[in-house]
């Protein structure tokens, strides 16, 4: 029936019955505990800010300008 496939950690939070030509079926909703993680830092964290003169600015400084050519569909 697919019920295996609900592992015993998980929690069945909501369950739905639905009737469609082709038959019954149920759908279920289950809480899964969220696993945290650390995550090793590579470096230092560079802020990004998007605007009208430059198109990128980053927080060390780095400016970055860039056009993208609009498409006949966009130009309509």
Do not use: W
Not at 29 to 51: L, M
Not at 57 to 65: E, K, W
Request: charged share 30%.
């Amino acid at each position: 029936m697919g019920l295996h496939q609900i592992l015993q950690d998980y929690e069945i939070a909501n369950a739905q019955l639905i009737k469609k030509p082709s038959g019954y079926y149920v759908y279920l909703t289950c809480y899964v505990k969220k696993e945290y993680f650390e995550r090793d830092k590579v470096g230092d964290a560079i802020g990004i800010d998007f605007g009208v003169a430059n198109k990128l600015t980053l927080s060390n400084g780095l400016t970055v300008d860039f056009e993208i050519e609009e498409s006949k569909r966009l130009k309509k």
